[in-house]
């Protein structure tokens, strides 16, 4: 391997072949100048801690579309199941349907996407770089998992050059590659990305026909105001066997996998707990317009005003876009005060497009999008505090004059 | 009166083969080399071609632009050799020693008469101003200017740091005279900083103002201890000595005599017997080296510690500010799988599958491998747990990096030196090199501004 690392150095497809060598080894290179020594961790191993945090969650994801798929089916026959864990959770048949569905959106996204790197990195001649590690785990956890492969690979295309490659590569984007490509999918095929047949598998290509099955989410249910039709517990909602984006469903795994990340100090708290207060603030002041009666039961935004305020933290993809999008540094705000308000908007913003989105309820990529672009802005004005404290130390500066200056007066004075 | 300065952003950075409090002799080098690297921003104009004579304290060559600052022979003999690179720069002067050594003797001065003037022409005559640096900038000081106030830190919290506790001992009368003449030269104080529960000579001087210092590195740096007691202003001015360096001015001024004489620790884990030795300026490293032995084959030489010093070879020469020599292991080689297996023998500021922060006692053997490629900046928040000073620190990179002055000035570049990003380069996820970025960026703001 070193051999051939060497043997192609300088030469055109040197990146390409790189990428493969770092993948496999630490490389040999050593520090000049500056510090001599280095911290352990690179870049690789903060892209692998987040990938290990969402590997629990593509597992559940797996077996959850099974589940998915043979609830609806059962319910079509009208025989609603009733979640036995062992027996018909974690089995053979679920994740065989998780095998054939979910890991080759997968597949797609990362192949596609580390083409497309790749290419860019031998086009411009610099190292291919880590940042699709972790877009590309995210991206089939926030798909429905009907998405056609072709549509998916699409997207991820049009994520990665014009979310990423065109600002100049990981490090640079003004946007959240992944949801980049959520929002693609979402404007480009609308109809593949909402409504109540997308989100278990086989039900759009079953509708109309005489097993047609369906899989609505808690979101749809909210918004046509059918709260009552659900049949969903909220230990359901919590811990995941609930309809909905491939990976964003099990609150409980998306909060032990935020955990990690905190506690490996690799994702901001501060962004996270920021974004819990802002959604249940937004949250807490809809149940209050409801209780004051200014929202009766006949506004079309009843049903999802009246939803407990803490509900909506377990349910669609609120908490996975606060613990694995909201905290992405590079398009996130990046002061520390900056991260406060930065999420607190996120939260709140989401709540509130959930809300009062009629074609599509749910708001987490489109505030996260939102925020992204405003991150610099909050940037801009927390770093002024500090320049403006700067500014006002000045005006207490002692300059002392310089030794010179008295003589250059004292000649003038001669000279006159 | 003290004013106590807590730090609590930092980190510590503890190594294998800290110097054993126990001094040495070392030989005495054949070859003494001034490495005019050390001296940044200074044009030298030759005084003495090659195989002229010296002697100890006379003056090789003067600085361009300040005709009265003269840079001494810290030996005195034949200067055998004059170093040039690119477009005839001067790199090294080489003086091959004598047996017998001759001083250039001055006329003492009574600091306790003399004026500001007075004091400034013999400190430039007799070759100890460039021991004096100037902030902002971090270069040799003018000695045309006046500073707010002067600085000088006795804590030394770098990773195996000469212990000043120990090598500062006896010195008391140099350092006093050495303070007695900065004194007259600011209208401000003269801030002195010693460990919280050391036992510093410093501590019992006159004339100052004390400082306890106490928390993680880079709390023994000066530019931290600036910033948390009087911070620089744009148009401010102060100056930094280093304690070691004020037993030579004050050695000169009482005896009248140069004297290049300095205790060096001598560390790193690929060092046998890591200890104190007693040499000069300029002497050849490997005249000490070798007496404590090495215990690798493949190893590096480091001029200071191992975030800011300078990267040297066994026959390479201590360094003029230097009072460290560090050697570590080379790290060109492979690791397997890396990037993502559980890390237990590095430091690490992060707790992804490594486990430096179960142990913060713990000393580790760090060879030079830079545990990554580099990359451009993505993670944030990282610098800010380390960096104690009220700046942003990414910030004020990124606007070296687009030599933005505006932004450099508003940002607080004036408050800080390169070393005071060593930590950030060190603990830095994408292999950002910190320090050359922010000399960069003030060389550029001295060229534009002044």
């Given at each position: 391997?070193?051999?051939?690392?060497?043997?192609?150095?300088?030469?055109?497809?040197?990146?390409?072949?790189?990428?493969?060598?770092?993948?496999?080894?630490?490389?040999?290179?050593?520090?000049?100048?500056?510090?001599?020594?280095?911290?352990?961790?690179?870049?690789?191993?903060?892209?692998?801690?987040?990938?290990?945090?969402l590997?629990?969650?593509?597992?559940?994801?797996?077996?959850?579309?099974?589940?998915?798929?043979?609830?609806?089916?059962?319910?079509?026959?009208?025989?609603?199941?009733t979640?036995?864990?062992?027996?018909?959770?974690?089995?053979?048949?679920?994740?065989?349907?998780?095998?054939?569905?979910?890991?080759p959106?997968l597949?797609?996204?990362?192949?596609?996407?580390l083409?497309?790197e790749f290419?860019?990195?031998?086009?411009?001649?610099?190292?291919?770089?880590?940042?699709?590690?972790v877009?590309g785990m995210?991206v089939?956890?926030?798909?429905?998992?009907?998405t056609p492969?072709?549509m998916?690979?699409?997207?991820?295309?049009?994520?990665?050059?014009i979310?990423?490659?065109?600002?100049?590569?990981?490090?640079?984007?003004?946007?959240?590659?992944a949801?980049?490509?959520r929002?693609f999918?979402?404007?480009?095929?609308p109809?593949?990305?909402?409504?109540?047949?997308?989100?278990?598998?086989q039900?759009?290509?079953?509708?109309?026909?005489?097993?047609?099955?369906?899989g609505?989410?808690i979101?749809g249910?909210?918004?046509?105001?059918?709260?009552?039709?659900?049949?969903?517990?909220?230990?359901?909602?919590?811990?995941?066997?609930?309809p909905?984006?491939?990976?964003?469903?099990?609150?409980?795994?998306?909060?032990?996998?935020?955990?990690?990340l905190?506690?490996?100090?690799?994702?901001?708290?501060r962004?996270?707990?920021?974004a819990?207060?802002?959604?249940?603030?937004?949250?807490?002041?809809f149940?209050?317009?409801?209780?004051?009666?200014w929202?009766?039961?006949?506004?079309?935004?009843y049903?999802?005003?009246?939803?407990?305020?803490?509900?909506h933290?377990?349910?669609?993809?609120?908490?996975?876009?606060?613990?694995?999008m909201?905290t992405?540094?590079?398009?996130?705000?990046?002061?520390?005060?900056?991260?406060?308000i930065?999420?607190?908007?996120?939260?709140?913003?989401?709540v509130?497009?959930?809300?009062?989105?009629?074609?599509?309820p749910e708001?987490v990529?489109?505030?996260?999008?939102?925020?992204?672009?405003?991150a610099?802005?909050?940037?801009?004005?927390?770093v002024?505090?500090?320049?403006?404290?700067?500014?006002?130390?000045l005006?207490n500066?002692?300059?002392?004059?310089?030794?010179?200056?008295?003589?250059?007066?004292?000649?003038?004075?001669?000279?006159v | 009166?003290?004013?106590?300065i807590?730090?609590?952003?930092g980190?510590?950075?503890?190594?294998v083969?800290?110097?054993?409090?126990t001094?040495?002799?070392?030989v005495?080098?054949n070859?003494?080399?001034?490495?005019?690297?050390?001296?940044?921003?200074?044009?030298?104009?030759?005084?003495?071609?090659?195989?002229?004579?010296v002697?100890?304290?006379?003056?090789?060559?003067?600085?361009?632009?300040?005709?009265?600052?003269h840079?001494?022979s810290?030996?005195?003999g034949?200067?055998?050799e004059i170093?040039?690179?690119?477009?005839?720069?001067?790199?090294?002067?080489k003086?091959?020693?004598?047996k017998?050594?001759?001083v250039?003797e001055?006329?003492?001065?009574d600091?306790?008469?003399?004026?500001?003037?007075?004091?400034?022409?013999?400190?430039?005559?007799?070759?100890?101003?460039?021991?004096?640096?100037?902030?902002?900038?971090?270069v040799v000081?003018?000695?045309?200017?006046?500073?707010?106030?002067?600085?000088?830190?006795?804590?030394?919290?770098a990773?195996?740091?000469?212990?000043?506790?120990?090598?500062?001992?006896?010195k008391?009368?140099?350092?006093?005279?050495?303070?007695?003449?900065?004194?007259?030269?600011?209208?401000?104080?003269?801030?002195?900083?010693v460990?919280?529960?050391?036992?510093?000579?410093?501590a019992?001087?006159?004339?100052i103002?004390?400082?306890?210092?106490?928390?993680?590195?880079?709390?023994?740096?000066?530019?931290?201890?600036?910033?948390?007691?009087?911070?620089?202003?744009?148009?401010?001015l102060?100056?930094?000595?280093?304690?070691?360096?004020?037993v030579?001015?004050?050695?000169?001024?009482?005896?009248?005599?140069?004297?290049?004489?300095?205790l060096?620790?001598?560390?790193?884990?690929t060092?046998?017997?890591?200890k104190?030795?007693?040499?000069?300026?300029?002497?050849?490293?490997?005249?000490?080296?070798?007496?404590?032995g090495?215990?690798?084959?493949?190893?590096?030489?480091?001029?200071?510690?191992?975030?800011?010093?300078?990267?040297?070879?066994?026959?390479?020469?201590?360094?003029?500010y230097n009072?460290?020599?560090?050697?570590i292991?080379?790290g060109?080689?492979?690791e397997?799988?890396?990037?993502?297996?559980?890390v237990?023998?590095?430091?690490?500021?992060?707790?992804?599958l490594?486990?430096?922060w179960?142990?913060p006692?713990?000393?580790?053997?760090?060879?030079?491998?830079?545990?990554?490629e580099?990359?451009?900046?993505?993670?944030?928040?990282?610098?800010?747990?380390?960096?104690?000073?009220?700046?942003?620190?990414?910030?004020?990179?990124k606007?070296?990096?687009?030599?933005?002055l505006?932004?450099?000035?508003?940002?607080?570049?004036?408050?800080?030196?390169?070393?005071d990003?060593?930590?950030?380069?060190?603990?830095c996820?994408s292999?950002?090199?910190?320090?050359?970025?922010?000399r960069?960026?003030l060389?550029?703001?001295?060229?534009?501004?002044?």
């Open positions: 391997m070193h051999e051939l690392k060497l043997k192609y150095q300088g030469k055109k497809m040197a990146p390409a072949f790189n990428a493969f060598h770092t993948f496999l080894f630490t490389p040999n290179e050593t520090t000049h100048g500056g510090t001599h020594v280095k911290a352990a961790d690179d870049l690789k191993r903060t892209m692998n801690t987040v990938i290990m945090a590997v629990p969650i593509l597992i559940f994801s797996m077996f959850n579309a099974g589940y998915q798929y043979y609830a609806a089916i059962d319910a079509a026959n009208g025989t609603p199941r979640l036995s864990l062992f027996e018909n959770f974690l089995t053979w048949d679920n994740f065989w349907i998780g095998i054939i569905k979910v890991l959106l597949v797609v996204s990362y192949g596609v996407g083409l497309v290419i860019f990195a031998v086009i411009k001649g610099h190292e291919v770089e880590e940042g699709y590690l877009t995210l089939p956890l926030i798909v429905p998992i009907d492969l072709w998916l690979a699409v997207a991820v295309v049009f994520g990665v050059v979310g990423k490659e065109v600002f100049g590569g990981t490090g640079m984007n003004i946007l959240n590659p949801l980049t490509i929002a999918l979402f404007f480009a095929y109809t593949w990305m909402s409504g109540d047949k997308v989100w278990v598998y039900a759009v290509e079953k509708a109309g026909g005489p097993d047609a099955i369906s609505e989410t979101l249910f909210l918004a046509q105001n059918k709260g009552s039709e659900m049949a969903y517990s909220v230990s359901d909602m919590f811990f995941g066997f609930i909905g984006s491939v990976g964003e469903t099990s609150t409980l795994l998306i909060l032990l996998g935020g955990l990690f905190i506690y490996t100090k690799i994702a901001s708290w962004i996270m707990l920021s819990v207060i802002g959604s249940l603030v937004m949250g807490l002041i149940n209050q317009v409801v209780d004051m009666g929202v009766t039961e006949t506004s079309k935004f049903g999802l005003m009246s939803f407990d305020f803490w509900k933290l377990i349910i669609g993809g609120l908490a996975f876009g606060i613990v694995f909201a992405d540094p590079v398009t996130g705000a990046q002061t520390n005060r900056g991260k406060w930065y999420g607190f908007f996120i939260g709140f913003i989401s509130m497009i959930r809300v009062f989105n009629p074609a599509y708001g990529f489109l505030a996260i999008l939102l925020m992204n672009v405003f610099p802005t909050i940037d801009h004005y927390v002024q505090g500090n320049i403006k404290r700067r500014m006002k130390r005006k500066a002692v300059i002392l004059p310089k030794d010179s200056d008295g003589k250059a007066e004292e000649l003038k004075a001669e000279t | 009166m003290s004013k106590d807590r730090i609590k952003k980190l510590n950075i503890n190594l083969g800290a110097a054993e409090l001094t040495s002799k070392a005495l080098s070859v003494y080399t001034i490495n005019l690297d050390d001296f940044h921003g200074i044009i030298p104009k030759l005084l003495l071609k090659e195989g002229a004579e002697k100890t304290g006379e003056a090789i060559f003067y600085n361009k632009n300040i005709e009265d600052m840079f001494v810290p030996v005195s034949e200067i055998v170093v040039r690179g690119a477009r005839r720069r001067i790199l090294e002067i003086i091959l020693a004598d017998s050594q001759d250039v001055h006329k003492k001065l600091v306790e008469k003399a004026s500001k003037e007075d004091v400034k022409a013999y400190l430039l005559k007799g070759g100890c101003w460039p021991f004096i640096k100037q902030r902002p900038y971090d000081a003018n000695p045309d200017a006046t500073p707010k106030a002067i600085f000088v830190s006795g804590y030394a919290s990773p195996l740091a000469a212990d000043y506790d120990y090598v500062l001992k006896g008391e009368a140099q350092l006093q005279a050495a303070i007695a003449a900065l004194g007259k030269m600011t209208p401000g104080k003269i801030h002195v900083s460990g919280k529960d050391g036992n510093s000579p410093l019992a001087l006159k004339g103002e004390l400082h306890k210092v106490s928390g993680p590195h880079p709390a023994g740096l000066v530019g931290t201890q600036i910033n948390k007691i009087d911070p620089i202003n744009k148009g401010e102060v100056w930094v000595v280093s304690p070691q360096d004020l030579l001015i004050g050695e000169f001024l009482l005896t009248g005599k140069f004297s290049a004489e300095r060096v620790a001598l560390a790193g884990s060092v046998k017997t890591p104190y030795y007693l040499t000069k300026i300029g002497a050849e490293i490997s005249t000490f080296l070798y007496a404590s090495v215990n690798e084959e493949n190893f590096r030489v480091i001029n200071g510690d191992v975030l800011t010093g300078s990267k040297s070879r066994p026959d390479g020469y201590l360094g003029y009072n460290l020599v560090t050697v292991p080379e060109d080689d492979y397997l799988f890396g990037w993502n297996k559980p237990f023998n590095k430091i690490s500021n992060t707790r992804a490594t486990f430096s179960l142990q006692n713990k000393k580790y053997d760090l060879n030079t491998n830079t545990n990554g580099h990359r451009a900046f993505v993670v944030t928040g990282q610098y800010e747990q380390v960096f104690p000073m009220d700046i942003y620190p990414m910030q004020l990179l606007a070296c990096m687009v030599k933005d505006d932004e450099m000035e508003q940002l607080g570049l004036y408050e800080v030196a390169p070393e990003f060593s930590l950030t380069e060190f603990i996820i292999k950002q090199p910190h320090q050359k970025i922010i960069e960026g060389d550029l703001l001295q060229k534009e501004i002044g």
